[in-house]
């Protein structure tokens, strides 16, 4: 028996006998059960206001101050896509044997077209892009003529364990857009716990503006060199597991970055590339294609 009932034992009795002494009507409560009656009263408001009351634990205060609930939908359908920018396989660097026109195309451009055009046989053109690309990409540069030359047109996509896939994660480039990324995803998981309701299925980062994907040198020869500068960029939720007690989260992520590998008269700056151009816009044969990097990332935080 705890030691606070012991040491009112006698007290209690003394209450009980003054009661037995006082008339009252049959179920009317005695002096002492209706003070008992008002203390209780008073330690219950103290817990509800967040008050404890003393020598009295915490515990079933936090228990009763604890926040409403709040519920989480899963996605129906995985993976869900919850941004997209710009895209590719359009543009005056994605068309073939058409010519185009050199209007706006300095002499320096003109002379290198000039000279593709009418000096050089598709072979030799093709071992420029080959020598150039082969240099900075090594085996892969190669793959990426053969693959143009050949005239298929298909995409290529790269997964984290290819090489420019695995490129591509270990950039600073790559770094600062899925640090931005899961920024946007807390801030929207945030306010939907605001909300009371956390829904995978209209989760969505659309408005946000999440740096672009350029890849300088710094970034790795073989990224530069084939990809540099990137038109699309798709983001899609591959997992998500929300606990709304300790208000974390466990999510899988899919980043889908695509770039034309194809120029156009804007890139007509070396021997190589109006090789290039002059393959792509005045032979036929060779078709540009898209180059895709897909990449999956996972991540856990807080919101």
Not at 1 to 23: C, H, I, V, W
Request: net charge neutral; aromatic share 8%.
């Amino acid at each position: 028996m705890p030691d606070f009932l012991y040491s009112n034992k006698a007290g209690n009795q003394r209450r009980e006998s003054t009661d037995r002494q006082t008339t009252r009507r049959p179920g009317e409560p005695g002096r002492y059960l209706s003070a008992q009656s008002r203390v209780n009263d008073g330690k219950i408001r103290h817990i509800l206001r967040g008050a404890s009351p003393k020598g009295q634990t915490s515990g079933l205060i936090q228990r009763l101050a604890t926040p409403g609930a709040i519920s989480v939908s899963p996605c129906s359908t995985l993976p869900r896509q919850i941004f997209n920018r710009g895209g590719c396989g359009g543009g005056t660097d994605f068309t073939h044997n058409d010519f185009q026109s050199l209007s706006g195309v300095d002499a320096a451009g003109r002379a290198l077209v000039w000279q593709a055009d009418n000096l050089s046989i598709d072979f030799r053109l093709r071992n420029d892009m080959r020598l150039e690309l082969g240099l900075l990409a090594g085996s892969e540069g190669w793959r990426m003529v053969d693959h143009f030359t050949g005239g298929s047109g298909t995409t290529l996509s790269h997964d984290n364990s290819s090489t420019l896939g695995s490129a591509a994660l270990a950039s600073a480039t790559f770094t600062r857009l899925n640090t931005a990324t899961l920024a946007a995803i807390e801030a929207a998981l945030t306010a939907m716990a605001g909300s009371g309701v956390i829904d995978c299925n209209t989760l969505s980062i659309a408005g946000v503006g999440l740096p672009g994907v350029s890849f300088s040198f710094s970034d790795g020869f073989a990224l530069k060199g084939i990809i540099g500068g990137t038109q699309g960029l798709r983001i899609r939720i591959t997992s998500l597991a929300v606990d709304p007690v300790s208000r974390s989260y466990e999510i899988g992520l899919q980043y889908l970055i695509c770039d034309d590998f194809g120029v156009d008269t804007a890139d007509l700056y070396s021997p190589a590339l109006a090789a290039f151009w002059v393959l792509q816009h005045r032979r036929s044969g060779n078709l540009p294609f898209i180059n895709e990097l897909d990449l999956s990332q996972s991540a856990s935080g807080s919101f």
